[in-house]
């Protein structure tokens, strides 16, 4: 038993006139929704119009459209049958088919881990009747906003790793990079039934946490751990000279930064399936206790010698100045 792939990519040419019933992802699954249920696909005089009696739900013969982007995962009492990885048209048989097997992408972002998450989740006995089918978002999600109530921390390469501090403010994109760990370890337990909501979305607010995912709230969580990562990755970039104003309007190297950093902390990737995408910082400033600290360190530089020289001769010729002018 399970899935034959009919075709690769779009729903096209002779299967285009031959699938009158399909299933595909719940209506909404866009911006920030990362899990859709499978649901059929509104065909005029079919008898599965309506799609509320069985959305999400096998049976023998059911056809998928996987649309480019997307995941197809099949589960059972929490535990996974099936995954189609490639985009294209899968047909699902009950009866024993040598042919029948998971469809993983052969290339692509998640295909160095997705085998071997596969392999760690997989169902270990025989599916029962009725197995429940999700699609699983992989575009990057953008718009994702932070801002730092109070300055982030951080130590500046730059100023002889001088402890400096920065508001910040702007947003940041998500990608799921491994759906078997998403759907395992961070979508709540009740997205995961025949009767729960149709979309899970990384805005959910109020989601009640389960042993497996500890979700709580979605946006909290995802918002504390890229907050708690921006002081590890501003110190990491800024090493090797780059400045944090080279940062404004987002970099590649910024985003792998703070990537690198969630992974060290939070382990989004090995264990949750997410990455960060991209960061696009919209402000990016020095509280004023760093910008004195700036300014003598600049000042000091413009007057040769060592760093710790040139501090010493800047305060020298403020205590000069000062003189001076009394």
Known sequence: ?????????????SFANQWLEYM???EGMSDHVALA?????????SENNDGEESAGVISDGSKFFVPEGTCLIVLENGAITA???EAGGYEYHAQDLPEAKSFFAKDGFFASTFGQSWNQFKFGGQPGNQQVA??????AMSGFRYGTRNPIRYKDANYNNAMLAVTSNGTYSLQIVDPIL???????AEYLTLNGPRLF?????NVSSDANSNAGNVQDRLFMGFIGSLGAALSAYTKGGKSIDDIQGGTVEFAQAVDEAVEATYQWGSQLGIKIAS???GGLDWDQPSVDLINKFNTGMLMQGTVGQAYSQTQIAEGLNAAGNN
Do not use: C, H, T, W
């Open 201 to 205: 979305s990384l805005d959910a607010e």
């Open 24 to 26: 595909v992802p719940a």
């Open 182 to 188: 998403f759907v395992k370890n961070f979508v709540p």
């Open 83 to 85: 995954v189609m990885g």
């Open 134 to 139: 999700f699609y699983v978002n992989l575009k």
């Open 279 to 281: 960061v696009e910082p």
């Open 37 to 45: 249920k499978a649901v059929p696909n509104r065909v005029a005089g």
């Open 1 to 13: 038993m399970g899935f034959i792939q009919a075709f690769k990519g779009a729903l096209s040419g």
